[in-house]
């Protein structure tokens, strides 16, 4: 491991994008996720769809920062809002009210009354995971229990409390013992039951598997006499983010929370990734008609502004007398920049049909895929979507058994920048995801028309003649 230190470099000055790439090299942490890609991208100006890099070369993004840019790059309205509140106010501790945070908070609030029926409050932080965090503190006050239930191939991101209930090893592997790991259940992935059943006919068997542990008392979750269960949770997303875009099957959520009712364990809905309309609702969980007991969002309230992330919970989980003042609390939690843009992006949300939107565009995107995966069985396995959510699942000739390496060749070349696009150079960003590392989770821009589709479509059908050629 090389500790020699270079010589001084004039620090902001630097544009050479070699010389950027070996100061990051040495003065960057590599902990993040910059390094999946060999070597890293820079890009320098970002607009609707696309982000460009230094050259100018234009990207078509199909991830969309993992679903935080949904509503577009640069979007002018959420953009004027926040310069808006630079003007006026654009810092203020968050210990003080502001309107904008008071507004948001009883949007948010009168949304799930008219959707849910129960009355409940929001408490504000600024990443996912740390609004993670608070809501592990709502259950575990709630119920002084710290056990959780968990999905399979769920991600629930990477503080140490959100990895204790992501299913990956790998994400704690180097970190010690996790002695308040979730319990993890497989997840309906019908492509590949993990109990090698048949949608059409398994009745959903998964449940019952689950239902089983309530059986007695030795099956390890429940003491019978006392009507009581170790955990007090169970975190859902109601359609796996980075598990691979997995969509469940009608009727499986309704079945689990009935379950989780009988035994009195709450029902969290991380909605980060797929909340905002991103599944075709204001909340993925709307798509299979439970109410949640508490849901925690982050990433495309503010667009991928100014960060923004928040808990809902019911009223009794919550409220003051339960959840008293200091029981969390970060200093950047409920910023003014994020509030301000928030409560733009949401009140747009109300003006717009971003229901009818987002199902149409999706239903027309997945009709497109649907295409490639009948002229490329040997490539492509299954194809889904809801909303304008979508999964290509990448296998091998067989189409079924994972093909990791095809996927990150795919995702590679589309990096470089050097596909045909009608003419012009262009390039595709994708995102890898699902428990094999062998999925393309496709979270566009709502605002791609149905040209940018066929675009996109074709671009990615170049990409799958250049890198398996002899499998087209
Ligand atoms: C479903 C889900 N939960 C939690 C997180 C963590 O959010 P953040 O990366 O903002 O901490 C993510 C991020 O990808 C996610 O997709």
Redesign the pocket.
């Known amino acids: 491991m090389s500790t020699e230190i270079s010589e001084p470099v004039q620090l902001g000055r630097v544009t050479d994008e070699r010389e950027l790439l070996e100061l990051e090299r040495k003065y960057c942490s590599w902990g993040d996720t910059v390094h999946y890609l060999d070597p890293p991208k820079f890009f320098e100006r970002c607009e609707g769809n696309y982000l460009y890099d230094r050259e100018g070369v234009a990207y078509l993004d199909l991830q969309m920062w993992?679903?935080?840019a949904s509503f577009g790059y640069a979007n002018p309205r959420l953009g004027a809002a926040l310069k808006a509140q630079v003007d006026r106010l654009p810092q203020l501790a968050c210990q003080y009210l502001h309107a904008e945070k008071v507004e948001l908070a009883a949007l948010i609030g009168r949304l799930n009354e008219s959707k849910f029926g129960l009355s409940g409050r929001v408490h504000f932080n600024v990443?996912?995971?740390?609004?993670?965090e608070d809501s592990l503190k709502i259950v575990r006050n709630a119920k002084g229990k710290n056990l959780v239930f968990a999905f399979q191939g769920?991600?629930?991101?990477?503080?140490l409390g959100?990895s204790a209930i992501t299913s990956s090893y790998r994400y704690r592997r180097r970190f010690g013992h996790f002695s308040d790991r979730a319990h993890f259940v497989p997840f309906p992935y019908c492509f590949r039951c993990p109990y090698g059943k048949r949608k059409e006919d398994c009745g959903l068997y998964c449940v019952k598997e689950f239902e089983r542990n309530f059986d007695t008392e030795y099956n390890s979750f429940w003491d019978p006499k006392a009507g009581e269960s170790e955990f007090a949770a169970f975190y859902v997303?109601a359609i796996?983010?980075?598990g691979g875009y997995v969509i469940p099957p009608q009727g499986y959520f309704k079945a689990l929370k009935k379950v989780l009712d009988e035994r009195n364990i709450l029902m969290v809905d991380?909605?980060?990734?797929?909340g905002f309309y991103r599944a075709g609702k204001f909340w993925a969980i709307e798509n299979f008609e439970v109410e949640p007991d508490i849901i925690?969002f982050?990433?495309a309230l503010t667009n991928g502004l100014n960060?923004l992330?928040g808990v809902w919970a019911r009223e009794e989980l919550i409220a003051p007398e339960v959840f008293p003042p200091g029981s969390t609390h970060s200093t950047f939690s409920s910023n003014t920049l994020g509030t301000a843009v928030a409560l733009e992006a949401v009140r747009m949300m109300e003006e717009e049909n971003y229901e009818e939107l987002t199902n149409r565009k999706g239903a027309y995107f997945l009709e497109r895929i649907r295409d490639l995966q009948r002229l490329y069985p040997k490539v492509v396995g299954d194809t889904d979507g809801m909303g304008m959510a979508l999964r290509i699942e990448i296998c091998q000739a067989d189409g079924f058994t994972p093909d990791r390496e095809l996927t990150d060749r795919i995702f590679a070349e589309g990096m470089r920048g050097d596909l045909d696009a009608r003419g012009r150079r262009m390039g595709l960003v994708l995102d890898v995801g699902g428990y094999y590392k062998n999925v393309f989770t496709l979270a566009p821009c709502f605002e791609m028309s149905e040209e940018e589709i066929d675009l996109s479509v074709e671009l990615l059908e170049q990409l799958i003649r250049r890198c398996a050629p002899d499998r087209v």
């Open positions: 993992y679903s935080a990443g996912g995971a740390q609004a993670i769920g991600y629930h991101g990477r503080t959100a997303e796996q983010g980075t991380d909605e980060i990734q797929m925690v982050g990433k960060p992330s």
